[in-house]
């Protein structure tokens, strides 16, 4: 089922142009707007998220029209509005609608599990088990490698020391594993892509976003060895585990609760999913905030992990997992253009105007990377030599947690921060663009979509 009917038209050139000029007229009145009452400031925001859909669907129709995905054009609208083009939205507006950053990913999450189809993830267990494997390598050793051995040749690294080039580059080495889930499945979605090169891509895409978590710790660990000559302790990595185990057992019982729910009720379903995906990522920030304030120990329960666990069970281990993707897929519209548009509007491009030669050699190396990997377990499980050569085009998007783990980096370990979110911004910001296009033209070249079929 196609999520987003309404887009799947010839486009009208005079209600287009219409828009675009009503868009322009209330941009410019909103820019020049300075709400004085608290009911104005609130319908200040209400006017933002109507203009910000207003924008991503009009970009959406013109990409379309080039053939280019969607959510392309609700990133560019995004970058178009935001404070570092036309500047309609604001850093403190983007910092005001973060709340629909934690209803989408919760919500892209759960789509993800529902996904996941273990009848069909089994016949592939090999070959995604090795993609991981191989792009967690790969990547890793040649960004850390790459960042390590060149860090001190770019005019933006050359003050560091070589321990904290070491440490940047393993940091940077784990945050180049990272994929965009919400991006692999929006496009897949908006495809209607199926088979076996789709399964495999959305198997490795959420198995790499858990593994990147616990990387991530590792790394954090290796650089706080470098940076502050303190030894890993070995405490880190055993909380690390429960707190994946119990999002886990937690997104378990979330699913086994909404197919009960579907069971037995099923009325305003789709306002219960969107309170489950909501209620999720803000419980799992207040028990966090709860236990650091008054335990003083920090344990992160894992909101990406519980919806997609939840979405997992309700697929697999009830007998509505269809209605309850379809439910996803046909309310998908709004939190996807919502939810890129934010996501273009927040890519920093005076990250990219800094740091730009080391992002680009970071993201020549990632991509051969990735293509090395697909290839190399390609080869081993005998898949079709067409999505071989194709697979690593699905691996390209970066977004989202990437950007969430940089910053816990920054705060840790703020001698290096200042140089490794800009890199980490302007990395995403150059994969972000080109990731949607690439995977939409791998699924239309290996015939998974219904236009090729």
């Not at 200040?44 to 280019?68: D, E, P």
């Not at 969607?70 to 083009?85: K, Q, S």
């Not at 703020?414 to 939409?440: D, F, H, S, T």
Request: aromatic content about 10%; hydrophobic content about 55%; proline content about 5%.
């Amino acid at each position: 089922m196609n999520p987003n009917p309404q887009l799947n038209v010839k486009p009208r050139w005079l209600p287009i142009s219409l828009a675009i000029g009503i868009m322009a007229i209330l941009g410019l009145w909103y820019v020049t707007y300075n709400p004085e009452e608290s009911w104005q400031a609130s319908g200040s925001m209400n006017f933002s998220l109507g203009f910000l859909m207003l924008a991503g669907y009009v970009g959406a129709i013109l990409f379309q029209v080039m053939k280019l995905p969607r959510i392309t054009g609700y990133i560019f609208a995004g970058i178009l509005i935001g404070p570092h083009a036309l500047g309609i939205f604001t850093h403190e507006r983007i910092m005001d609608l973060r709340l629909v950053d934690d209803l989408a990913l919760s919500f892209i999450a759960l789509t993800a599990g529902g996904s996941l189809e273990l009848k069909e993830l089994s016949k592939r267990f090999a070959h995604i088990g090795l993609t991981v494997l191989f792009i967690a390598l790969i990547v890793f050793c040649s960004v850390a490698a790459l960042v390590s051995l060149t860090g001190p040749m770019f005019s933006f690294t050359a003050q560091l020391s070589p321990r904290e080039v070491l440490a940047m580059g393993l940091l940077l080495g784990v945050l180049a594993v990272a994929i965009s889930p919400s991006s692999v499945i929006a496009i897949i979605a908006e495809a209607k892509a199926k088979g076996p090169f789709t399964e495999t891509a959305l198997g490795v895409t959420v198995a790499i976003d858990v593994i990147v978590i616990v990387l991530f710790t590792i790394a954090m660990a290796g650089a706080r060895a470098l940076l502050m000559s303190q030894g890993a302790d070995p405490m880190v990595f055993a909380v690390l585990g429960g707190e994946l185990l119990i999002s886990v057992l937690l997104g378990a019982l979330l699913g086994w609760g909404l197919a009960y729910y579907i069971k037995k009720a099923g009325h305003d379903l789709p306002l219960v999913l969107l309170l489950a995906a909501f209620g999720v990522a803000r419980v799992s920030a207040f028990l966090s905030w709860y236990i650091h304030e008054n335990y003083n120990a920090s344990v992160h329960m894992e909101p990406l992990l519980i919806c997609m666990a939840a979405g997992f069970v309700v697929a697999n281990f009830s007998d509505y997992g269809r209605i309850f993707v379809d439910t996803l897929e046909r309310f998908s519209l709004p939190v996807y253009l919502l939810f890129f548009c934010l996501t273009g509007a927040s890519l920093d491009l005076n990250a990219l105007a800094s740091t730009w030669p080391l992002a680009l050699a970071i993201g020549f190396m990632r991509a051969g990377g990735i293509w090395m990997a697909t290839n190399l377990s390609g080869l081993i499980t005998k898949s079709p030599p067409l999505h071989r050569k194709r697979a690593f085009m699905a691996f390209v998007s970066q977004a989202g947690v990437a950007v969430g783990l940089a910053g816990l980096a920054q705060a840790q370990f703020p001698e290096i921060g200042g140089y490794l979110l800009p890199v980490v911004l302007a990395l995403i910001a150059v994969n972000q663009i080109a990731g949607p296009v690439l995977l939409k033209l791998a699924l239309n070249q290996v015939g998974e979509t219904p236009e090729r079929k």
